[in-house]
């Protein structure tokens, strides 16, 4: 018999899975209901996607996502309120149309940037006060840094027409609207790599001092069979850690390809590949578990080799990245993970 995921790791956190809203009505969901107590949003929580235009809040996806969780008795958490991405383009316009982004004037650059900054918290705000009952953790912002940039910030829309100042206005409103209770989150990917751990631990402990309310970082965890090391991953949660900071695991996944490997292996997966994977899976949460006192959610970016963003991204070729298979079968990874407790 196939023991449950989420039964499995009970006594040290919850197991996630991100998951698209029509997967509660496909053969998705009996995974889900039996291995998982914890769902987010893939994409309907985004803000192109629940405020596609101003004022007009898109609630039925998530709204369907969180019944369905309550339902079964999983927790919620939510997937982004920030972001550079998916993000609809009226947030950086000014009232004639124009982008802020090319605005000259510095006056009116000034205006601009406190009308982003109201319609930034706004948007915030809202989302909080409605759901701040049902999400057991928030992103706040999501990828705000980026080495390759000037100064370590991501020179997004946001960065360049506020500097930092969206980060904090983001975090205020969120606890603002939600209270003393709410779990904040900073969001990003690439938390082992050294420079990027480093930049996110000076922003992060900056803020702190200047009292934004930040309770975790978010490490979204999209590896590879190659790398990055389990113990450069660890690194970084005990850095934030000593920080006094909560961490979440919270999209992960592991492709069978490096980044910029050009085969495709089709649905035949080479057993040695699903068992390299095995092991690293195995290791790592052999890790989490280890440090269960500092990491509070592992959530998966997907629930089974059907359905992941990484048949398309970097490049189109069908990846294998989840613990079940194409037909929702466990792979060798599941049972080397269930089989560390
Ligand atoms: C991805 C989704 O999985 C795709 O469906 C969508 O087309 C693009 O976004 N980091 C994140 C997630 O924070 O929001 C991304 O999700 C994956 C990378």
């Known amino acids: 018999t196939i023991p449950s995921l989420s ?14 809203p029509h997967q509660i009505s496909n053969e998705t969901s009996e995974l889900l209901i039996k291995h998982v107590n914890m769902l987010v949003a893939e994409n309907v929580m985004k803000p192109d996607a629940i405020q596609p235009t101003e004022g007009n809040f898109n609630w039925e996806p998530t709204d ?7 339902e079964h008795n999983m927790e919620v958490r ?26 000259e004037n ?14 930034l918290k706004t948007h915030v705000t ?4 409605r759901y701040k009952d049902d999400i057991s953790s928030w992103d706040v912002v999501n990828e705000v840094v980026e080495p390759q940039d000037e100064d370590g910030m991501r020179a997004s829309e946001w960065y360049q027409i506020t500097g930092t100042e969206y980060i904090e206005t983001a975090f205020y409103a969120a606890r603002e609207a939600g209270g003393p ?14 420079k990027k751990r480093n930049i996110i631990y000076d922003l992060v402990s900056e803020l702190l001092e200047k009292g934004v309310p930040i309770d975790g970082i978010g490490h979204q965890t999209h590896i590879d ?37 050009h085969q495709d292996f089709g649905n035949e997966i080479p057993l040695e590949i699903l068992n390299k994977q095995a092991e690293r899976y195995e290791a790592l949460f052999h890790e989490f578990v280890e440090n269960q006192d500092k990491i509070s959610e592992v959530v998966f970016w997907g629930m089974a080799d059907d359905h992941t963003w990484l048949h398309s991204f970097p490049v189109e070729r069908t990846n294998a990245p989840l613990l079940f298979d194409f037909n929702h079968q466990p792979k060798p990874a599941f049972w080397s993970v269930v089989n560390i407790v």
């Open 181 to 194: 209770d709410i779990k904040l989150y900073l969001n990003d990917y690439g938390t082992d790599h050294p």
């Open 64 to 70: 369907r996502i969180i019944e369905f969780a309550k």
């Open 106 to 119: 510095a006056e009116k650059r000034e205006q601009n940037k406190q009308l982003l900054l109201e319609r």
């Open 225 to 261: 069979i190659h790398g990055p090391t389990i113990a450069s991953i660890m690194e970084s949660i005990n850095k934030f850690n000593e920080l006094g900071l909560d961490n979440i695991i919270t999209e992960l996944d592991m492709s069978i390809y490096a980044w910029d490997d």
């Open 78 to 103: 939510f997937h982004t309120l920030v972001w550079h991405s998916q993000v609809g383009d009226w947030f950086f316009k000014d009232e004639d149309g124009y982008p802020m982004i090319d605005e």
């Open 7 to 20: 039964e499995t790791f009970y006594d040290y956190f919850p197991i996630g899975a991100a998951i698209e």
């Open 126 to 129: 809202t989302i909080v006060e």
